[in-house]
């Protein structure tokens, strides 16, 4: 059981962390925080705010990465006390801890950095929740060291993010053993269902993704039992700067939410 602003986060009852991929504009981030809120609200689930102030691991070096860490925390501050919720984005490197630990209610360690070992450490010092998203060229059972890692600090508040594991070029898939394999391990497990179809750098400077699977494995991962499910949300994502062909329109996330908690009702009582 974890503390996450006033949330507080439990096994065996869902959670969701959502909002779009990476801080476009504050208006975006503000306009879809508010709906994502009074979404989760009206549906009684535990809601986590997510974007990034910098995507630093973008295929091109001509992509778009975000406001980056001062103005991008200055905007996700406004959004954690405009909306009264806790507020997630990842960090790159040791020398952004300290500012990010002052406004990020869970801090998030990257796919590509998640056996990085200062990274980790100095991260789970702070005491702060850290959601590690498992790297996809990496096992299941391999997420213990990482989980050693964290916990070498005397920090258990834990969270392992599942996004796919790498399958041939430009490819992910999922192995729904891996969330049982992870939970086992006595920590919180999320399914990441928006990365989980990207396709990665299969547009050449930038990934691709389906995003027509999405309800498809959120509902598996739901029934296989996890206890948050992660979705990068946006608007308009035709529009959006990153991650356009894997992020689900605002305007369907309301009718999916209702899909997953049904299923999760029935499959928390085997688990």
């Known amino acids: 059981m974890y503390n996450v602003g006033k949330l507080t986060l439990k ?6 962390i959502a909002g779009p991929c990476v801080i476009e504009s504050e208006d975006i981030v503000f306009s879809t925080a508010e709906k994502l809120k009074e979404i989760t609200e009206a549906l009684n689930i535990p809601f986590i705010f997510k974007s990034s102030y910098d995507k630093a691991n973008r295929s091109s ?3 778009f990465r975000g406001p980056g860490l001062n103005r991008g925390l200055e905007i996700l501050q406004k959004v954690r006390e405009n909306f ?12 952004e801890i300290d500012l990010a630990k002052e406004v990020l209610d869970i801090i998030q360690i990257p796919a590509f950095l998640c056996r990085q070992t200062d990274l980790l450490v100095e991260a789970a010092k702070t005491d702060k929740p850290i959601n590690i998203k498992k790297g996809q060229f990496i096992a299941p059972l391999d997420v213990k060291n990482i989980i050693e890692k964290i916990r070498s600090t005397g920090n258990e508040k834990i969270i392992i993010t599942e996004r796919g594991t790498c399958f041939g070029y430009n490819n992910l898939v999922v192995d729904f053993r891996s969330l049982p394999t992870i939970r086992s391990m006595g920590v919180l497990v999320v399914f990441d269902a928006t990365h989980s179809v990207q396709l990665p750098t299969a547009a050449g400077v930038c990934s691709s ?4 699977f999405i309800p498809y494995l959120s509902r598996a991962a739901v029934a296989c039992g996890v206890d948050g499910v992660f979705f990068e949300v946006h608007p308009e994502p035709e529009k959006a700067l990153c991650d356009a062909a894997n992020m689900i329109p605002l305007k369907d996330f309301k009718g999916l ?7 999760h009702t029935v499959a928390k009582k085997f688990y």
């Open 257 to 263: 939410l209702e899909t997953l908690i049904e299923i």
């Open 61 to 63: 070096i001509r992509s």
């Open 84 to 95: 009264q919720i806790p507020v997630l984005s990842d960090i790159h490197c040791v020398r």
């Open 209 to 212: 993704g389906e995003r027509q």
């Open 11 to 16: 096994r065996g009852e869902l959670f969701v």
